[in-house]
């Protein structure tokens, strides 16, 4: 039953020793024996690192050491984190063979508080997509309905949380592949301010857009993931160096006064009836609960998708020029001579999504069509940043549905590339002008299917955005719910 807990309910029953960091490693195995089949969420279970680690940790405790913020916790990471001699693939048969050699700096701070990593989540190739289901590996399901998408690109991270297979997990964010498999699993996910969390050991998707954050069961243990893994690191040059406060501390519960912007404009089209509903519901809540709501318009927000989806294959394309077959990762088998290592090693490693994507990266950087497509790309992104700008000016944080739309079923959008990327319409705005955002459940469909409520706060101000979802959560009942599975 510990593997239903939150953080902070276990790390208290840890330090009291009501239970030994064992006896919860033991729990969180057991679930994960029992659902894996059904969920199918890991890429790779760590379960003697794990016991190790329990073991190592519990003698510490013992001793009257301290354990760290996260002593004892097992939480899962997205396999595109490189964790030192353990499997590191980003879904891909490109990396299938990838032992990394090395940590990032998210595993060896997870590991510095006390956390135990037991395994590498499922995810969709390279972080591009929004249902997993373009991993080389296996399908995720949702816990709420296994005919369908987790969401992704971080399917795998927000299902195991979303069915007690982990405390807690970290995943990636380009353009929301944290806040909308949230919004889809009924979890809380996190994408932190672009450069509050060090990339270093984190397998490059889009580079300027790319940001680690956590997936919670509620929003205090959002706030403590966030302690464990946010400050500047050397080893990563967007880091920025800021003082890093306790998160933890923001969460007074209370709105009062807080002015909340809403793009009205910018959320009307494309937006699903019962979403909606729910999305009114929350707001009105907040209303009641003292917050102060504002009209505010984000007239670019419109073009963030197009923008999207020219800068994030262009760095994509320069990212993943990288896997040439000879270096490391897969290498064909098929070949008579360098050019034929490259290709083949290239078409047969490689999935649909990530070659259209690497075809239209080269496509907009190429000389002839740079200036139409990249360059005008990064203008307008500075238009969209300025709005955001523009809009703080009057407003503490905005919010807006995290999807327009509930959990699809495999295979209902993969057909149509362009029907999937516009499920990141709400979130993808937020990675372009590099501000934090968070997805908080905030209610159920017809068919019960989770819908999320996201918050978006101004440039290293995540201590309010995890006050105002704060304030919220504990003043609905929605997190409570947990899937029947
Ligand atoms: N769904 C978006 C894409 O496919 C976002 C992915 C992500 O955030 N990693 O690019």
Redesign the pocket.
């Known amino acids: 039953m510990y593997e239903k807990l939150t953080i902070h309910e276990l790390r208290d029953k840890i330090k009291n020793k009501e239970v030994t960091i064992k006896e919860v490693v033991d729990d969180v195995f057991k679930r994960i024996e029992a659902l894996e089949p059904k969920v199918e969420a890991f890429v790779t279970l760590n379960k003697e690192y794990a016991y190790k680690r329990a073991e190592e940790l519990q003698a510490k405790l013992d001793n009257g050491d301290n354990i760290g913020i996260l002593g004892g916790i097992p939480v899962a990471i997205k396999d595109n984190m490189c964790m030192k001699d353990t499997l590191t693939t980003c879904s891909s048969k490109m990396l299938s063979n990838f032992v990394s050699p090395y940590s990032g700096t998210v595993v060896t701070k997870l590991e510095e508080a006390g956390a135990i990593i037991v395994g590498k989540t499922n995810m ?1 190739e390279f ?4 249902s997993t289901a373009t991993s080389a590996h296996k399908k995720t399901t949702n816990p709420w309905d296994t005919e369908r998408v987790p969401g ?2 971080s399917g795998g991270s927000a299902a195991c949380v979303a069915a007690d297979m982990a405390i807690a997990s970290l995943g ?6 944290i806040r ?1 498999p949230a919004s889809y699993c009924s979890v809380v996910g996190l994408k932190p301010t672009y450069g509050l969390v060090s990339r270093f050991g984190l397998i490059a ?1 889009a580079s300027s857009l790319d940001q680690i954050g956590p997936f919670t069961k509620d929003v205090r243990d959002s706030a403590i993931m966030l302690n464990a893994i946010a400050g500047h690191d050397s080893k990563d040059t967007t880091s920025v160096e800021i003082e890093v406060p306790d998160y933890e501390k923001a969460l007074d519960g209370s709105v009062k006064g807080l002015k909340i912007g809403i793009p009205t404009e910018f959320i009307k089209d494309g937006l699903n009836p019962e979403v909606k509903k729910a999305f009114d519901e929350a707001i009105e809540k907040l209303k009641e609960l003292g917050a102060e709501v504002k009209e505010i318009s984000l007239d670019y927000a419109k073009y963030a998708l197009p923008v999207y989806y020219i800068i ?1 294959p262009a760095e994509a394309s320069s990212n993943l020029a990288r896997y040439d077959g000879i270096k490391y990762g897969y290498r064909t088998a098929n070949f008579d001579n360098l050019e034929d290592i490259y290709a083949n090693s290239r078409t047969e490693g490689f999935g649909d999504e990530v070659k259209r994507r690497i075809m239209l990266g080269t496509y907009v950087l190429s000389s002839g069509y740079y200036d139409a497509y990249y360059k005008r790309a990064g203008q307008v992104r500075t238009l969209i940043k300025e709005d955001f700008d523009k809009a703080f000016a009057d407003v503490d944080v905005i919010a807006l549905p995290t999807a327009p739309n509930t959990t699809f079923k495999f295979g209902e959008k993969s057909n149509n590339p362009v029907e999937m ?1 516009l ?2 319409i709400f979130t993808v705005p937020v990675n372009i002008a590099g501000l934090p955002g968070i997805s908080v459940p905030c209610g159920f469909d017809s068919k019960n299917l989770p819908i999320g409520l996201q918050f978006i706060g101004k440039v290293f101000d995540e201590q309010t955005l995890l006050k105002v979802s704060y304030a919220y959560e504990q003043n609905t009942e929605h997190h409570k719910a947990r899937p029947n599975i």
């Open positions: 969709d972080a591009m997509g929004s992704g690109s990636s964010d380009t353009g929301g592949s909308q998707f994030a990327y499920e990141d």
